[in-house]
């Protein structure tokens, strides 16, 4: 079995000529976490798989969440012990087995308002959460809760407002670049066999009878129209299910709501701490999460009607997080310290609840006509056991015994040997006369796939140097992305294989012309499209500073849509 570890433009163009040739067995619609997962699964199981996604890998949901591998909190509050259990389980598999590589451990402290009786109430879920993790029948990956007196508090966070609490828990979760996860899941996919192909639309389903039998596809990238039959499809669209399934003819058995979260980016020198904050709020929990040279401060949680592909943060929005995290800082943060915003909807399933954030983070997966799978809501955490589930019900519909779920057993590329490669990162660095941060950098992306990226840059040494305005990003990922990372486009490689456009001070304008120019000598881009790539992404920068002024959804959205996307999709 020939195997490429790539997902370069001729991989693209492999995978689409396979689809349009043979039938499978399974077909996946939809590129965020549940869809590489699904084809994963489904690939690892035997069978012959596609994977096709309209825009970017990841570039919904699955690129602008809290990047947090957690068991969810709140979620004990809510009596929700079967969803925590289950997700502290998936965190366990992915932090040790799984992606050890791109999923690390990440430390909080929830702050004690009250004595007593506020210790002891939050200390017994704390407890609870840490027994949860060990049922899965390994150890959890992380270090148990602690309880914290205010003098450790302020020890370990000076920057804490010395009237905001009267002590602390102390307690672990995991984080990921969640875009960065997707597309190695892709890759992965890819590697052991199925067919994927980001930026192909899927604009209606063919249909024998009441059953469906494959897709219409349409390739923004050439214009070409083709048709992919498969025997069992999975729609795996997220926010946009409600939407895939009206091309069905279909009404749905279930309907999925949007809900809106922002994140702010902060400089980590903006205030001192050894660990991130869980904080309360009116309406739910707000996390402080360090990530890297800087912060991650989210999340909001309001329904959005409007633009599902760019929602927009709002300066509502954005004075509503910077008011909540100052409530407890002794010096407060204000619009100057914030260096990047993000917006991303939240796929929840509707129920009796007009709130958003008190509906359902379970999932559901229905055969809603024959041929068809759906699987909609859960959260990042549990996107393994959501696939598993797809599957499963995709799997029952087809002739023959088909295997069970291995994906337990099954690491992404770059997980197998990160630990021996973490441990000679030294060596290493020296070998290739390279400072040992950036090998660290190196490996906490690409896992022991790092040889590659360090091939790039033996045969150019130029491809060594930092990007413009970027400096934890090498040129030599901008190659990376494009060449084996499916990057097609600018956009792609500074919003999703770096995170420079919420990162940087100027969002990737510096790095954009640089970063283009690399791009085009791996994809044959000539001058006039090369400088298409720059103009639409300072276009993107521009309306998102824009919209994140605006003082509600409706105008922040008219202006974000000012700037055309460099694919057409709608």
Same mark, same amino acid.
């Given at each position: 079995?020939?195997?490429?570890?790539?997902?370069?433009?001729?991989?693209?163009?492999?995978?689409?000529?396979?689809?349009?040739?043979?039938?499978?067995?399974?077909?996946?619609?939809?590129?965020?976490?549940?869809?590489?997962?699904?084809?994963?699964?489904?690939?690892?199981?035997?069978?012959?798989?596609?994977?096709? &996604? %309209?825009?970017?890998?990841?570039?919904?949901?699955?690129?602008?969440?809290?990047?947090?591998?957690?068991?969810?909190?709140?979620?004990?509050?809510?009596?929700?012990?079967?969803?925590?259990?289950?997700?502290?389980?998936?965190?366990?598999?992915?932090?040790?087995?799984?992606?050890?590589?791109?999923?690390?451990?990440?430390?909080?402290?929830?702050?004690?308002?009250?004595?007593?009786?506020?210790?002891?109430?939050?200390?017994?879920?704390?407890?609870?959460? @840490?027994?949860?993790?060990?049922?899965?029948?390994?150890?959890?990956?992380?270090?148990?809760?602690?309880?914290?007196?205010?003098?450790?508090?302020?020890?370990?966070?000076?920057?804490?407002?010395?009237?905001?609490?009267?002590?602390?828990?102390?307690?672990?979760?995991?984080?990921?670049?969640?875009?960065?996860?997707?597309?190695?899941?892709?890759?992965?996919?890819?590697?052991?066999?199925?067919?994927?192909?980001?930026?192909?639309?899927? &604009?209606?389903?063919?249909?024998?009878?009441?059953?469906?039998?494959?897709?219409?596809?349409?390739?923004?990238?050439?214009?070409?129209?083709?048709?992919?039959?498969?025997?069992?499809?999975?729609?795996?669209?997220?926010?946009?299910?409600?939407?895939?399934?009206?091309?069905?003819?279909?009404?749905?058995?279930?309907?999925?709501?949007?809900?809106?979260?922002?994140?702010?980016?902060?400089?980590?020198?903006?205030?001192?701490?050894?660990?991130?904050?869980?904080?309360?709020?009116?309406?739910?929990?707000?996390?402080?999460?360090?990530?890297?040279?800087?912060?991650?401060?989210?999340?909001?949680?309001?329904?959005?009607?409007?633009?599902?592909?760019?929602?927009? /943060?709002?300066?509502?929005?954005?004075?509503?997080?910077?008011?909540?995290?100052?409530?407890?800082?002794?010096?407060?943060?204000?619009?100057?310290?914030?260096?990047?915003?993000?917006?991303?909807?939240?796929?929840?399933?509707?129920?009796?609840?007009?709130?958003?954030?008190?509906?359902?983070?379970?999932?559901?997966?229905?055969?809603?006509?024959?041929?068809?799978?759906?699987?909609?809501?859960?959260?990042?955490?549990?996107?393994?056991?959501?696939?598993?589930? %797809?599957?499963?019900?995709?799997?029952?519909?087809?002739?023959?015994?088909?295997?069970?779920?291995?994906?337990?057993?099954?690491?992404?590329?770059? /997980?197998?040997?990160?630990?021996? %490669?973490?441990?000679?990162?030294?060596?290493?660095?020296?070998?290739?006369?390279?400072?040992?941060?950036?090998?660290?950098?190196?490996?906490?992306?690409?896992?022991?796939?790092?040889?590659?990226?360090?091939?790039?840059?033996?045969? @150019?040494?130029?491809?060594?140097?930092?990007?413009?305005? /970027?400096?934890?990003?090498?040129?030599?990922?901008?190659?990376?992305?494009?060449? *084996?990372?499916?990057?097609? *486009?600018?956009?792609?490689?500074?919003?999703?294989?770096?995170?420079?456009?919420?990162?940087?001070?100027?969002?990737?304008?510096?790095?954009?012309?640089?970063?283009?120019?690399?791009?085009?000598?791996?994809?044959?881009?000539?001058?006039?499209?090369?400088?298409?790539?720059?103009?639409?992404?300072?276009?993107?920068?521009?309306?998102?500073?824009?919209?994140?002024?605006?003082?509600?959804?409706?105008?922040?959205?008219?202006?974000?849509?000012?700037?055309?996307?460099?694919?057409?999709?709608?």
């Amino acid at each position: 079995m020939t195997r490429s570890t790539k997902l370069g433009p001729e991989e693209r163009e492999a995978a689409i000529a396979r689809l349009k040739e043979k039938e499978l067995d399974i077909l996946v619609v939809g590129g965020g976490i549940v869809g590489t997962g699904s084809a994963l699964d489904a690939v690892t199981r035997g069978l012959s798989v596609g994977l096709l &996604e %309209a825009r970017d890998w990841a570039s919904g949901t699955s690129s602008r969440s809290s990047k947090l591998v957690h068991g969810g909190i709140r979620y004990l509050e809510q009596l929700d012990f079967r969803l925590v259990r289950e997700a502290l389980i998936e965190r366990g598999l992915l932090l040790q087995r799984i992606a050890p590589h791109l999923v690390k451990p990440v430390r909080f402290l929830y702050p004690l308002k009250t004595r007593f009786i506020e210790r002891f109430y939050v200390g017994a879920g704390m407890l609870l959460y @840490d027994l949860f993790s060990y049922t899965g029948g390994r150890p959890p990956g992380v270090p148990h809760h602690r309880h914290l007196s205010k003098r450790q508090v302020m020890k370990a966070i000076p920057s804490l407002a010395p009237n905001a609490l009267i002590g602390g828990i102390t307690y672990y979760d995991g984080q990921v670049d969640d875009a960065r996860y997707v597309a190695s899941l892709a890759r992965t996919a890819s590697f052991y066999g199925a067919h994927v192909a980001s930026r192909v639309k899927v &604009e209606g389903f063919i249909k024998v009878g009441e059953r469906v039998v494959g897709v219409k596809a349409h390739d923004l990238q050439t214009d070409e129209r083709f048709e992919v039959r498969a025997k069992q499809v999975v729609n795996a669209t997220g926010v946009w299910t409600d939407d895939t399934q009206r091309m069905v003819g279909e009404r749905g058995t279930f309907h999925v709501r949007a809900s809106k979260g922002i994140h702010l980016v902060v400089p980590r020198d903006r205030f001192q701490s050894t660990m991130g904050l869980l904080l309360r709020t009116e309406k739910s929990v707000l996390f402080v999460i360090p990530w890297g040279r800087h912060w991650l401060i989210g999340t909001t949680d309001t329904e959005w009607n409007l633009d599902k592909a760019h929602p927009a /943060a709002t300066a509502a929005d954005i004075d509503y997080l910077l008011e909540h995290v100052n409530a407890v800082l002794g010096v407060p943060l204000t619009r100057e310290d914030v260096e990047g915003v993000y917006a991303g909807l939240r796929p929840l399933l509707a129920g009796e609840s007009e709130q958003t954030s008190k509906l359902s983070r379970e999932h559901v997966v229905a055969h809603t006509v024959p041929g068809l799978v759906v699987v909609a809501g859960g959260k990042w955490t549990t996107y393994r056991v959501m696939a598993k589930d %797809a599957i499963d019900a995709a799997a029952d519909a087809l002739d023959g015994k088909v295997p069970a779920s291995t994906t337990q057993d099954i690491p992404l590329l770059g /997980a197998e040997g990160y630990q021996a %490669a973490w441990n000679k990162r030294g060596k290493i660095a020296r070998a290739f006369g390279v400072h040992k941060v950036r090998i660290e950098h190196l490996l906490n992306r690409y896992g022991t796939m790092t040889d590659e990226l360090l091939d790039i840059i033996r045969s @150019d040494a130029s491809l060594g140097e930092p990007l413009p305005g /970027a400096d934890d990003y090498l040129e030599a990922e901008v190659v990376y992305a494009a060449s *084996h990372e499916g990057a097609l *486009h600018l956009d792609d490689v500074l919003a999703r294989r770096t995170r420079i456009s919420i990162e940087a001070w100027d969002r990737g304008v510096s790095a954009a012309p640089v970063a283009a120019r690399l791009m085009a000598g791996v994809l044959g881009w000539d001058a006039a499209r090369e400088a298409l790539e720059v103009e639409r992404y300072l276009e993107r920068v521009a309306a998102e500073r824009a919209s994140q002024l605006q003082p509600d959804d409706e105008s922040a959205d008219r202006v974000r849509l000012e700037a055309p996307d460099i694919v057409k999709v709608d």
